[in-house]
């Protein structure tokens, strides 16, 4: 697995967070589903767009959407086995909620 550094704004305030980037279109079909552990993962789109997850198969997890300058639009905590989140954005953030205690 390969960690890269990203950094995104919340309110103001400058976070930066270690993410395995889902860069083919298996890992953004898979996403968390079956890890039993994983690190936070980091969805980049070509553009602003809707973006809709789901929580089948999945531990329970914290989803970020922002924005194209990288600013959080959206932040919730995600159970599993949720049908689907939606929002508006160009990156999504799915950080397992063991690797934010």
């Not at 997890?61 to 939606?86: G, Q």
Request: net charge positive; aromatic share 16%; glycine share 2%.
């Amino acid at each position: 697995m390969n960690l890269q550094t990203f950094t995104y704004y919340n309110k103001g305030k400058k976070t930066k967070i270690s993410v395995e980037v889902c860069d083919t279109v298996w890992k953004k079909t898979r996403g968390l589903m079956f890890r039993k552990n994983s690190s936070p993962l980091l969805f980049i789109f070509d553009k602003n767009q809707d973006i809709t997850i789901h929580s089948f198969f999945c531990k329970p997890f914290k989803a970020l959407w922002l924005d194209d300058k990288k600013r959080v639009v959206k932040i919730i905590d995600v159970k599993n086995w949720a049908p689907y989140f939606s929002e508006y954005g160009r990156y999504l953030l799915e950080i397992p909620i063991s690797s934010t205690k």
